[in-house]
């Protein structure tokens, strides 16, 4: 059964268009990456799937049934803020059982679920604290916890690490990466970070300006994207782009590189100056000034003894490059 | 903590302009109480002596009693103060949730026109709401004053409390709408009590101007069984004679629930003044 079915989808606030014509499967269990730059429209669609927002025009489908004028608690949904949005004057347990007791489920069954999920979380000895006396990533486990005990046909978080700091970030990317394994719910996560859409995706949507730019897993994108925005977006450090005639390609074409396929080469193609060099140990991220073209980056493996204001050209196989158009679509 | 505040002589300093400043403030309240407990002659005598056993006397206190009614002017001005200080705020809040809260036509509109009573005395249209409470019949019911009172205090209610509610996080009611709280719940249980010291500062700010009111009582319901308190210590001052023990006496007994109904409020209207401010 499919999950969540977006049909010609379109939202606009009064002139503007926030989105425009999306469509969209989810299927059962699958977990949907939703990336893009800020403003690109990604949270309103996941407000409008969750129903705090109305569609313009076009149909939601969730589990089977069109939701459009389903009020967000009835539609099998539970969300995932970045906030947290914890309710401050309650504990962690009435947090999570709220909506349970909203929708009049049995006391035992109640203490049954808030007894897995705060197991599942590590929350059991925080049930009777507030929302203050807790720590951030206890915080996002809760407001989890909560999503997790109205066991949802499909769960929406809007950027749910971007209140961590960075080495809470990468353990909760891990256990909400287990989660879904555990739980293997249909999960649609919002986030800009495409580190995070790499890593918990099995369908990543690419957004820009309110339009779906390329759709498949994390490894299709990386491998064979569709456009020149889709290529740049996806992998850290980010494809280099040089116009092709700098390398004896048609002066209409772009020619994309990622920073790991660059080698520094004697004999190389490119004459560039080393600018910058960050080394982190394991890799050493090199910023080079291309005669001819803009600023790239060079990702060598392990150390290497480069220096600023050094001298180098690089070299780069063919069948490791991207040509675009001067409309940016693949060519 | 900064070297300015631990400064023995700042300290110091800034004690000493605190308490000049609360004895100034607490001066004429401390006078009307200890000359309430006076006789006549010692009050015109020596009005700024304590009361000793010579001049001591409750002669002022027993004419109040004795008036009989001075209960039910107290019982009157405290349903008036609280059901309109519960008005305004049940209606204001909910007028600045619908405005903070739901995109519609017209809602600037409507904030403003809301806002306009702020600048605009309400005792300018006495004669109006005089004429209308005659028709309505409500003259002479304490209906007429809360009623008037809740129209004075809604202004400023709905321009506080709106700003407060706009600061109230969108996830937090949005995260209460999945939950499947309904509109009223969510108003209730989630936004009210995250702007209690709004709600707070605003029953303050309307509370003692209603308490003191002299106006609309004199105007819309003098009658005996209506009388607020302002109204009925009214009745010592002649034109030509006044009872200054019972006068005294009835003003310091008009301070009390002000105080307790101040304190209730307080500790909230305190983190209400500084929240925003310190964060």
């Not at chain 1, 014509?21 to 949907?32: A, K, P, R, S, T």
């Not at chain 1, 004896?248 to 396929?261: A, F, Q």
């Not at chain 1, 560039?272 to 890799?283: F, I, M, T, W």
């Not at chain 2, 405290?78 to 036509?105: D, N, P, Q, W």
Request: aromatic share 10%; net charge neutral.
């Amino acid at each position: 059964m499919t999950a969540l079915i977006l049909k010609n989808v379109c939202k606009s606030f009064g002139q503007v268009e926030v989105l425009k014509n999306i469509d969209l499967e989810v299927e059962e269990g699958e977990f949907v990456v939703f990336v893009g730059p800020s403003g690109c429209g990604k949270s309103t669609l996941l407000r409008v799937i969750a129903g705090l927002e109305d569609a313009t025009s076009g149909t939601i489908e969730i589990d089977g049934k069109v939701v459009n004028q389903t009020p967000p608690a009835k539609r099998g949904i539970a969300m995932v803020f970045q906030s947290y949005a914890l309710y401050p004057h309650l504990t962690v347990k009435d947090n999570m059982t709220l909506a349970l007791k909203q929708e009049k489920q049995p006391k035992n069954e109640i203490e049954e679920r808030v007894r897995n999920a705060s197991q599942m979380l590590a929350l059991t000895d925080y049930l009777d604290r507030r929302p203050s006396e807790l720590s951030g990533g206890q915080r996002q486990r809760v407001a989890i916890g909560r999503a997790i005990v109205r066991e949802p046909k499909l769960f929406l978080f809007d950027e749910p690490l971007s209140n961590l700091d960075a080495a809470l970030r990468m353990n909760t990317r891990i256990e909400i990466a287990n989660l879904h394994r555990s739980l293997d719910a249909s999960m649609i996560y919002v986030t800009h970070d495409q580190t995070e859409a790499m890593t918990l995706a099995s369908k990543i949507v690419v957004l820009r300006d309110g339009m779906v730019e390329q759709v498949g897993s994390p490894m299709e994108l990386y491998n064979n994207p569709a456009n020149q925005f889709v290529a740049g977006f996806l992998g850290s450090p980010s494809m280099n782009f040089i116009p092709a005639a700098t390398v004896g390609g048609s002066p209409e074409h772009t020619l994309g590189v990622r920073p790991e396929y660059l080698r520094i080469n004697g004999a190389g193609r490119l004459d560039a100056k080393v600018s910058h060099v960050e080394k982190l140990g394991g890799d050493t991220n090199v910023l080079v000034d291309v005669a001819g073209a803009n600023t790239m980056t060079v990702r060598l493996f392990g150390q290497h003894p480069v220096e600023t204001g050094e001298q180098i050209a690089l070299d780069f196989d063919d069948k490791d490059t991207f040509l675009f158009d001067a409309g940016g679509r693949r060519v | 903590m900064n070297k300015a505040r631990r400064n023995p002589f700042n300290v110091f300093a800034s004690h000493a302009v605190l308490l000049t400043y609360t004895l100034i403030a607490l001066f004429p309240v401390f006078v009307i109480l200890i000359n309430s407990f006076k006789t006549r002659k010692a009050i015109f005598r020596e009005p700024l002596a304590l009361p000793s056993s010579d001049s001591f006397s409750l002669i002022g206190y027993q004419t109040v009693m004795k008036q009989g009614d001075f209960f039910l002017y107290f019982q009157n001005s405290m349903i008036v103060t609280v059901a309109s200080l519960f008005f305004v705020l049940l209606f204001g809040a909910m007028a600045a949730f619908a405005l903070a809260e739901y995109r519609f036509k017209g809602n600037t509109l409507m904030g403003l026109y809301l806002a306009l009573g702020i600048m605009i005395p309400i005792r300018i249209g006495t004669v109006a709401i005089l004429d209308l409470m005659v028709s309505t019949g409500l003259v002479n019911t304490l209906w007429a004053l809360i009623l008037v009172y809740t129209a004075q205090g809604l202004p400023l209610a709905v321009f506080i409390l709106s700003e407060f509610m706009r600061q109230v996080s969108d996830d937090l009611k949005n995260a209460g709408r999945i939950d499947g709280l309904s509109e009223y719940t969510i108003f209730f249980r989630l936004v009210l009590p995250l702007v209690r010291p709004a709600m707070a500062t605003v029953a303050v700010f309307n509370m003692i101007p209603i308490w003191n009111d002299l106006w609309f009582p004199l105007i819309l319901a003098p009658a005996e069984e209506t009388k607020t308190l302002t109204l009925g210590s009214q009745v010592f001052i002649g034109q030509f004679v006044t009872d200054w023990n019972a006068v005294l006496s009835a003003l310091s007994m008009a301070i009390l629930p002000v105080m307790i109904l101040y304190v209730i409020f307080s500790r909230q209207l305190i983190r209400g003044i500084t929240s925003g401010a310190v964060k």
